[in-house]
C-alpha cells in the first residue's frame, strides 16, 4: 500500500464570504472579506480577487481598517493573533499576539492603539481592550489586556461604537449594555420580555455624531434610543417594516441614513430623524446577514446567505456582485463537471444549480431550473431539484426537481435541457406535459448513455415505483408539442423501454464506458440489460445486503463491475465469467470511477473521520491511501479532468495525472488533493513580473540615442523605484507625469548651442584645411584631361561645404532596419 507522501489535502475553494461583515477602502475601490483563514480583498469595479492575506493559522474572524491609516486593514483570528496588512499591496506589516480565541473585533480613532475584541472566558464572551505595542518588530505579544464589558455576545452585530468613540454599546439577549469612556461607567438596560418572548435584541448601531442607538429584534422591529446617559429620561422610538428578525444595522457616516435588512433579502433606507421615508432595495438574493457602509458613504455592502456579497451605490442600485460557492444545507445532487466548460456544478440557490469555476473559484452563473420564486417562509415545501446528469458531450443537461407534499404523494418533474451551440451562453429546457410525471415515487438514480452514436441520446432513470424507464431523443423530429414551453425547435423526448425486475425497487444505474450494458441494481440484485434490444442479459446477486454504489472499470479494466452494499462489502465482479472477483469489508460511503483512467476512488468512514483509497479493480492492493482526510462523512466527489497533464514521476501521485479529485467536508467546504510539482507551478505563477528594460529600439529612440545614452541609468533607477515603491507613499500622479514628460524631452537651446559651436569649429578647420586639400587633391594638368575637360566643374562654397559634412555625420542606420 502506498502512502500519501507529499500529496496533501488543500482548501481548493467555496469558503464563505459572509461570515463576517466585509470591510470597504476609504476610496470605495477595494473590499475585504473574511473567508475561511485568509482575507481576501476585492474590486468593488470588477469584482475580481486582487489578494489573498494569508497567514492566519484559523478561522478569521474579522476585519476592520485601522483607523489611523485607512491604507493599512486590521485582521483577528481564533488563532489568538491580529495582523496588520497593507492590503492594497498585500504585504503582512506586523502580527500581534494576543494569545486568546477572537471572536470579533472592533476599533475606534478616538482610541489611537487601542482595539476591541471578544474572546471567551470560562463559559461566556468577554469585551476586551487590547493594547497594540508599537514595537518596530514584526510580530510582537500583546501584554496590556483590559476588560470592558464582562458578559457580551459573540456576534460581531452586537457591539458597536458611538458617538466618535466616546462609548460602546452591546446587546445580548434582552439586555442592552453601554460603557461610558469618560465616566468609566456603563449604563444597562433590560427588556421586558414577559408579554412578547421574541422582543430579544438581535443587532446594535450608533450613530455617528448623535446620542442615538439603534437596536435590532427578533420580531422584526427596531428601536431608536436616546438619552441613554440619563437613567430615568432615556426615550426609544419603534420602526417596524420586517416580518422577522432584524440581521443587521448600519448608519452611514453622515448618520443621515440608517439601513437594515433580514431574511427579506430587502435593504431597506430609513431617514434619520423622517423615519416614515425610507426607500427599498428588494430580491438581492439570500438572506441578508451583515451590512457595511464605506468611509466616505459611496459604496453599501450587504452579506447574504447563498455565500453573496452585493455591492451598492448609495443612490440604492446594485453596482457589483461578488458570488462565491453557495453554500445550501446540504447538496442533493452529485458533484458534476460540464463536459464542455469543464466547471463544478451542483446545488446552489434554492431551485437553481450553480456553475462554478474551479480555476479562479469563482461562480460563473446560476441555472434556474424550478423556475419559481423562493418563498422564505418556515415550514412551506416548495421545489428542490435533487438529480441532475449531462450527457458525454455536454450538450443535453437532465433534471429531476420534485416536492414532497404534506401527504406521502410527491410531485416531480423531469426536464432535459439543451444547450444553444449558436449563441453559446444559454440553456433551453424540453419538458413533458406538467400533469403527466415520469415516475410515480422518488427518483433514485439518473445516467445518460455515453455511446459515440451521436444520433441517438438516451437516459435512464430509476424510481422507487419499481420501474426504470428509458427516454430517447428523436432527432429529426422537432418540438411540436404544443403543451412545451415556449421553444420552436429541438429534439422531442418520448419514453423507450420501462424495465422491472420481480417487483423489487431499483436504487442505482449506470452505463459502462462504450455505452454497451446497462447496470441497475434492485434492492440485492444487480441486472445487466442491452441498451440496443433492452433484453436482460445476466444478474449478480452474491453479495449480502442492498447495493450502494455502482460503477464500471475504463479502459483495461472494463470487464470489472464494482459495488457497495449496506452490510459494508465493496464487491468486483469479473463480467466475462459473471462471478465475483473479489471482496473486501470496509464501510464505503462514495464510489467513483476516474473517466480518463483505470483509478477508482472509495471513500471510507472510520472512527469519525474519512479515508481515501485509490485503487485499480484489477490489482489486489491500493495505489494510494490518505487516512482521515476530513472529519465526518464526504457524500459528494467527483474526478474532474486536468487542461494540462502533470508530469509527476512518484508512484503515489501518478493517479492525480490525467485527473483532480475533489470532495465536499460536511461543513460544505471544497477540497482536494495536491503535489509538490503543482504547488512550485502555483508559485512560480505568482511570482511578482519582472520589467525587462532591454526594450528593442525604434526609429524615433535612434534619433534621440545621444539624449537617452546620457540619461539611461538615471531613468532606470527612476522608473524601478517608481514601480517598486508602495502607492500610498508616492507623490500625485500630476507631479510625477510632468516630471516624467520633461526627462523626455531634448532641451533647444542646449542643442542650438551644441550646433553654433560645431559649426564655429568646422568653419575654422575649413579655412586652414581648404588650400593645402586642393593643392593634394587636384592632379597635375594634362593634355589628355584638358582636352576632356573642356569646361571646368564649379567649386563648391563655404555653406555648402558645411552641408554635405552635416549630411555625412547623420546617422541613417534606422532606415535598414525600417525598410526590412
Known amino acids: 500500500m502506498v502512502g500519501h507522501g507529499e500529496i496533501r489535502v488543500v482548501h481548493r475553494g467555496g469558503s464563505k464570504l459572509h461570515f463576517r461583515a466585509p470591510t470597504i477602502s476609504a476610496d470605495s475601490c477595494f473590499l475585504a472579506c473574511a473567508s475561511g483563514d485568509c482575507v481576501k480583498v476585492f474590486s468593488t469595479s470588477t469584482e475580481e480577487c486582487i489578494h489573498h492575506l494569508r497567514g492566519h493559522t484559523d478561522l478569521v474572524t474579522g476585519t476592520l481598517l485601522r483607523p489611523s491609516n485607512h491604507l493599512q486593514l486590521y485582521s483577528c483570528s481564533l488563532d489568538g493573533t491580529i495582523r496588520l496588512w497593507d492590503f492594497t499591496d498585500g504585504i503582512l506589516i506586523k502580527t500581534f499576539v494576543v494569545n486568546l480565541p477572537i471572536y470579533s473585533m472592533v476599533a475606534s480613532a478616538k482610541h489611537e492603539g487601542v482595539v476591541f475584541v471578544v474572546t471567551p472566558t470560562h463559559e461566556l464572551f468577554q469585551l476586551v481592550a487590547v493594547q497594540l505595542p508599537p514595537s518596530p518588530q514584526q510580530q510582537g505579544e ?126 431597506v433606507q430609513w431617514r434619520y430623524k423622517q423615519e416614515n421615508q425610507k426607500d427599498f432595495l428588494p430580491r438581492l438574493g439570500g438572506a441578508i446577514t451583515h451590512i457595511s457602509v464605506s468611509p466616505d458613504g459611496v459604496l453599501f455592502c450587504t452579506s447574504h446567505s447563498d455565500n453573496k456579497i452585493t455591492v451598492i451605490k448609495n443612490n440604492v442600485k446594485v453596482s457589483a456582485v461578488i458570488q462565491g460557492l453557495v453554500k445550501g444545507e446540504r447538496v442533493r445532487t452529485d458533484l458534476l463537471v460540464d463536459p464542455r466548460s469543464k466547471v463544478l456544478v451542483l446545488n446552489g440557490r434554492p431551485g437553481h444549480l450553480q456553475f462554478y469555476s474551479l480555476q479562479r473559484d469563482k461562480l460563473l452563473y446560476n441555472l434556474d431550473i424550478v423556475q419559481q420564486e423562493f418563498i422564505h417562509e418556515d415550514g412551506l415545501q416548495q421545489f428542490e431539484v435533487v ?172 470487464k470489472y463491475l464494482l459495488g457497495t452494499t449496506s452490510e459494508n462489502l465493496l464487491c468486483c465482479w469479473n463480467l466475462l465469467t459473471c462471478t465475483l472477483e473479489w471482496s473486501t469489508a470496509v464501510e464505503t460511503t462514495l464510489l467513483l470511477d476516474d473517466p480518463r483512467s483505470e483509478n477508482v476512488a472509495a471513500f471510507s468512514f472510520q472512527e469519525g473521520n474519512t479515508d481515501l483509497f485509490v485503487f485499480k479493480p484489477n490489482e489486489p492492493r491500493p495505489l494510494f491511501s490518505h487516512k482521515a482526510v476530513c472529519s465526518g462523512r464526504v457524500a459528494r466527489a467527483v474526478f474532474a479532468p486536468r487542461e494540462e497533464l502533470l508530469e509527476a514521476c512518484e508512484e503515489s501521485s501518478q493517479w492525480l495525472n490525467l485527473s483532480q479529485l475533489y470532495f465536499l467536508t460536511p461543513h460544505m467546504d471544497l477540497m482536494t488533493f495536491t503535489t509538490k510539482v503543482e504547488e512550485e507551478r502555483l508559485m512560480a505563477s505568482s511570482k511578482p513580473l519582472v520589467i525587462n528594460d532591454s526594450v528593442a529600439e525604434t526609429p524615433f529612440s535612434l534619433l534621440l540615442g545621444k539624449h537617452r545614452r546620457q540619461h539611461e541609468n538615471e531613468e532606470r533607477v527612476l522608473s524601478g523605484s517608481l514601480l517598486q515603491t508602495p502607492a500610498h507613499v508616492l507623490p500625485s500622479t500630476s507631479f510625477l507625469c510632468s516630471m516624467f514628460v520633461q526627462s523626455l524631452l531634448v532641451s533647444v537651446t542646449d542643442s542650438r548651442s551644441e550646433e553654433m559651436a560645431s559649426d564655429n569649429e568646422e568653419e575654422d578647420s575649413e579655412e586652414e584645411m581648404e588650400p593645402s586639400s586642393r593643392s593634394e587633391r587636384a592632379p597635375p594638368p594634362t593634355d589628355s584631361t584638358a582636352a576632356a575637360t573642356a569646361v571646368a566643374a564649379p567649386a563648391l562654397t563655404k555653406a555648402e561645404l558645411r552641408e554635405l559634412k552635416r549630411v555625412r555625420r547623420l546617422d541613417l542606420s534606422w532606415l535598414s532596419g525600417v525598410c526590412s
Not at 443587532?203 to 436616546?226: S, Y
Not at 447496470?519 to 445487466?528: G, H, N, R
Open 142 to 267: 500583546v501584554l496590556d489586556l483590559s476588560a470592558v464589558i464582562d458578559d457580551v455576545s459573540s456576534n460581531p452585530a452586537a457591539t458597536a461604537f458611538g458617538r466618535e468613540g466616546e462609548f460602546i454599546a452591546s446587546v445580548k439577549g434582552s439586555r442592552l449594555e453601554v460603557y461610558f469612556f469618560r465616566k468609566e461607567k456603563s449604563f444597562s438596560l433590560k427588556e421586558n420580555n414577559e408579554k412578547n418572548k421574541k422582543n430579544t435584541f438581535t443587532c446594535v448601531a450608533c450613530h455617528p455624531k448623535d446620542d442615538c442607538i439603534a437596536t435590532g429584534h427578533e420580531d422584526g422591529k427596531i428601536r431608536l434610543w436616546r438619552n441613554l446617559n440619563q437613567k430615568k429620561e432615556y426615550t426609544y422610538l419603534t420602526l417596524h417594516w420586517h416580518h422577522a428578525a432584524v440581521s443587521s444595522l448600519c448608519f452611514t457616516p453622515q448618520g443621515t441614513n440608517l439601513l437594515s435588512g433580514g431574511v427579506e433579502s430587502v435593504l
Open 387 to 558: 438529480h441532475a446528469a449531462f450527457n458525454s458531450s455536454g450538450n443535453w443537461l437532465a433534471t429531476v426537481e420534485e416536492r414532497q407534499q404534506k401527504s406521502a404523494d410527491v410531485e416531480l418533474h423531469l426536464k432535459l435541457w439543451a444547450f444553444q451551440e449558436q449563441t453559446q451562453s444559454s440553456w433551453f429546457f424540453w419538458q413533458f406535459h406538467p400533469d403527466w410525471a415520469p415516475h410515480e415515487a422518488q427518483v433514485t438514480a439518473l445516467s445518460f448513455c455515453p455511446s459515440a452514436d451521436h444520433q441517438t441520446t438516451m437516459l435512464v432513470s430509476t424510481s422507487k415505483d419499481g420501474h426504470f424507464k428509458a427516454w430517447a431523443a428523436a432527432p429529426d423530429a422537432h418540438a411540436a408539442n404544443a403543451d412545451a414551453p415556449d421553444h420552436t425547435e429541438g429534439p422531442s423526448w418520448s419514453c423507450d423501454f420501462v424495465g422491472t425486475y420481480h417487483g423489487l425497487v431499483p436504487e442505482r444505474c449506470c452505463f459502462s464506458a462504450d455505452g454497451s450494458l446497462l447496470a441497475v441494481s434492485f434492492q440485492k440484485v444487480v441486472t445487466l440489460w442491452n441498451p440496443n434490444s433492452w433484453e436482460l442479459v445476466t444478474t449478480l446477486s452474491q453479495p449480502p445486503g442492498t447495493i450502494r454504489h455502482l460503477c464500471f472499470g475504463r479502459l483495461s479494466c472494463s
